[in-house]
């Protein structure tokens, strides 16, 4: 049953009063496409606003895809705005950028938000209706989407720098907004490319949903109960999620993997596909299952594993964190610089210093290997020392054991991952690696009473 156009006010109106969008104070930037449906919505809003004296302004692209045609809505546009002295702003694409339906949609945001900017406005409304959720729905189902996608079109979506978008009319059919205008003698714009079926969009609406009817009369209906239906499970999901993330994260942007992988594997997806969002890396179904299977196949290794994102991303796993680097292998540094057996100095490169000093004599703790800090006994090391990174060839005694070793293989023995292995800075006397910061000491600066010296980096 079509609604009448006092229905159609007080909808909108409920709409306004739920987001206190009515008060003096509020600018109100409408989308006006000059179309049926923003047509019926800034009539609507006019005769509200004319109530209870909130403002409106009124924003209308031309994407120049039509020639006259699309100069004509323009024009028409602008005088429905100029009867109801509303304040009116135009833009007209360049004729350069590529007809897309994607590319459309992302200019019309980005104009929306410049004249929502410009006018100060406090809400950004667009004519979205229940027949946009459907075929919204129905389009991101053939395109093959997850349960967040047939949540549809949200009646509210917050933006960081600009205005909220707010769709009063998500519960109103197109059907509703016609019989609108015919009953309040609206003539507006009809686009012609909507009749084009070269358009997926246009295919769903003008094919797919009438074929729909046929075996469902109520097909709108049952799909925006799915739509409904996933936007709950949806806010079950991020409830859960909220709980269970922080034991998950070891910290803002990294994984635990050894409690990633004892996940079920929906879980295991989900965190995924989140991750990926949080990071702007691009990613369908197909990407999420070849990650987690690289994930599972690299939760072993100490030093890790790395697998190309994009031209310039990289997914890391070791059996200890999951985390995108930006680089495999890191920056080499050239930098050399003696150290003193008292003293402090910078290593610029690395944006570091170094201190050594004599032992004090004060009571003390050993500090963990990954610490910055190391009490040592260098009377059985010959000068000079250095501080430098890592290079071919390079040996340390590792603590602990009687022989030397290859500093790449300690390096993995530790699992330091290779796009960390040359930020390390090592302290070296002329033949072999006597403390890799961060990461371990050598044998030969092992204590057997007191330390000589203590060294820390900072």
């Not at 949903?209 to 075996?215: A, Q």
């Not at 594997?265 to 596909?273: C, G, N, V």
């Not at 150290?339 to 500090?367: A, M």
Request: glycine residues 4%; contains cysteine.
């Amino acid at each position: 049953m079509l609604l009448n156009s006092l229905k159609i006010k007080e909808k909108v109106l409920n709409f306004l009063k739920k987001y206190n969008l009515t008060d003096k104070n509020q600018i109100l930037f409408v989308a006006f496409s000059g179309g049926i449906d923003s047509a019926c919505l800034l009539d609507v809003l006019f005769k509200l606003s004319q109530e209870y004296g909130f403002k409106l302004v009124a924003g209308h692209l031309n994407h120049n895809w039509r020639g006259e045609e699309s100069l004509k809505e323009e024009l028409n546009a602008k005088q429905f705005c100029s009867e109801r002295n509303i304040e009116f702003y135009s833009e007209t694409l360049s004729e350069d950028l590529p007809r897309t339906e994607e590319e459309a949609r992302n200019q019309r945001y980005k104009f929306f938000n410049k004249i929502a900017d410009l006018t100060k406005a406090t809400a950004i409304i667009t004519g979205h209706t229940l027949s946009d959720q459907i075929e919204t729905v129905l389009y991101r189902i053939i395109k093959g989407t997850g349960i967040s996608g047939l949540k549809g079109i949200p009646e509210v979506r917050n933006q960081k720098n600009y205005p909220a978008i707010y769709r009063p009319l998500l519960e109103i059919t197109r059907e509703d907004t016609i019989e609108y205008c015919k009953d309040n003698n609206i003539t507006p714009n009809i686009d012609s490319s909507n009749l084009q079926e070269k358009y997926l969009r246009n295919r769903v609406r003008l094919t797919l949903i009438p074929e729909l009817r046929t075996y469902n009369s109520g097909i709108e209906k049952a799909i925006s109960r799915l739509s409904l239906i996933s936007k709950d499970t949806e806010e079950l999901t991020e409830e859960y999620l909220r709980l269970i993330t922080p034991e998950i994260y070891i910290e803002d942007n990294v994984i635990s993997t050894q409690k990633f992988v004892n996940l079920s594997s929906a879980l295991q997806k989900r965190i995924l596909f989140d991750f990926f969002i949080k990071n702007n890396i691009d990613h369908n179904y197909e990407k999420i299952e070849e990650n987690l299977n690289f994930i599972k196949e690299s939760s072993g290794l100490n030093s890790g594993n790395t697998l190309s994102l994009t031209k310039n991303t990289w997914l890391f796993v070791s059996s200890s964190e999951i985390r995108i680097i930006n680089q495999i292998i890191a920056d080499k540094t050239s930098e050399i610089v003696e150290v003193n057996l008292e003293g402090e100095v910078s290593f610029p490169s690395l944006n570091l210093t170094f201190k050594i000093e004599l032992w004090q004599g004060r009571e003390f703790l050993f500090p963990k290997e990954i610490d910055k800090r190391a009490y040592v006994d260098l009377s059985r090391i010959k000068s000079p020392l250095y501080l430098r990174t890592r290079r071919d060839g390079d040996k340390i005694q590792p603590f602990g054991m009687k022989d030397k070793t290859k500093l790449k293989k300690y390096l993995i023995n530790k699992g330091v991952p290779e796009f960390e292995r040359d930020k390390l800075l090592l302290l070296m006397n002329e033949e072999e690696v006597l403390w890799v910061l961060g990461v371990g000491i050598s044998e030969l600066l092992r204590v057997n009473k007191i330390p000589t010296h203590e060294m820390r980096v900072f």
